[in-house]
Every structure is written in structure tokens, then in C-alpha cells.
């Protein structure tokens, strides 16, 4: 079965201070990953994801992943947060292959300070 | 195009009603999916759609029916609601094959609460 961790149900950084938001996933066999992140009162919108291609990902709005097989992590970043990139975040992991079952971390709301 | 549309947006049902949560895409994408959000769970899928026809379910599917009768819209029906289906339902879909089956489009939402 697969699983997503999420480290923190909060973060807290300030404006132009560096974004590192963590997930760690189980998988028994190579996996694809994704973040998603929802504003207030919205669906959710792919950030970016990770399909055994490179394995640094880059995403909209200036956001980055990693994905490190010997760490089983897949941590999202960005260098310099802003007032917008206030909202959740969802990590989640599916298997290779047709319909995409997504299995979600529980989240991380990005909270952005002046 | 309108992407994937939800309606309503918010609903309260009383225990043991029925109703129908609409969700409807204008993409022509094959796969659609319905997924629940709960507090400090992330979002589980209830059933899903490999296309009109052909549903099957997801984690979570008790108390829950669906059908797919045409590409457009995929429906999920709660027959005898329950104060444990209150929950925010999100209706997703994509294209079928890679890659594009990677990038799922999601709904704006339907917040419903059971008393």
C-alpha cells in the first residue's frame, strides 16, 4: 500500500524568507508524485509532479521538488515566499499506469507573514 | 472552456435524506473521479470513472453510488445520508494515457453537512 507523510500541519515563514515544505512517501514499487495546492475555498491545482523523469521538478510559481529515492522524500521549496503562496498543500503519490489513484498526505498550510 | 463544475456548492441534509452531487467537464477527458475532504485526513477517493460505462470504487465508497453515463458528467449519490459523509466532495478528471493522465483537474467544491 502506499502512504504520504506530511511534517507539519503548519508553517510559518515570513516574506522573501525560504519555503521548505516536507512529504515522505511509502511505496512498494517506484512511485509518480505530486503537490497540489488549494486556496481558501477552492479545488485543488497541481504545482507540479514528478514522473521518473528528472529528478529535481520544477513547478508554477517558482516552486521546486526533489525527489530522493534513498530518503523516500519528495520535499517542496521555494527561495523566497510571498504574501499569495499563502494556502494548503498536498503532497500524494500514485503507482504507474491508467487512472491515476491519488493517495494524499493529510497537509500543510502555508502560513506568510510581512 | 468551464473546466470541471460542481453543484451546489453547499448543502445541509438531514440524517437519512438522499441526494445527488452534480459534476460536470466540458474537456472531454475520460477519467473522473470523486474525492472527500475531511479535517487533517488530506482527501480520499470515493468511486471513480475510466470512462461512460465503466465506474469502480476508491478508499472510501460506503454509502455512496455513482454512475457514468455520458463523458461529461459523473455524478455521486448519497442514498441515506449520514452525519459521518459531512465533508467538502471534490470532483476531478483527466485525459486518459500518458502523460497527460497525470495532471487531474479538480472542482470547486461541494460543502455538505449532515445534521
Redesign the interface.
Known sequence: AQSVTQLGSHVSVSEGALVLLRCNYSSSVPPYLFWYVQYPNQGLQLLLKYTSAATLVKGINGFEAEFKKSETSFHLTKPSAHMSDAAEYFCAVSQPGGFQKLVFGTGTRLLVSP | NAG?TQTPKFQVLKTGQSMTLQCAQDMNHE?M?W?RQDP??????IH?S?GAGITDQ??VPNGYNVSRSTTEDFPLRLLSAAPSQTSVY?C?S?YKG??L????Y????TRLTVT
Open positions: 470541471v477519467y473521479s474525492y487533517g485526513m488530506g482527501l480520499r477517493l471513480y475510466v476508491g478508499e471534490f476531478a483527466s500518458f502523460p493522465s497525470y495532471e487531474q479538480f472542482g470547486p467544491g
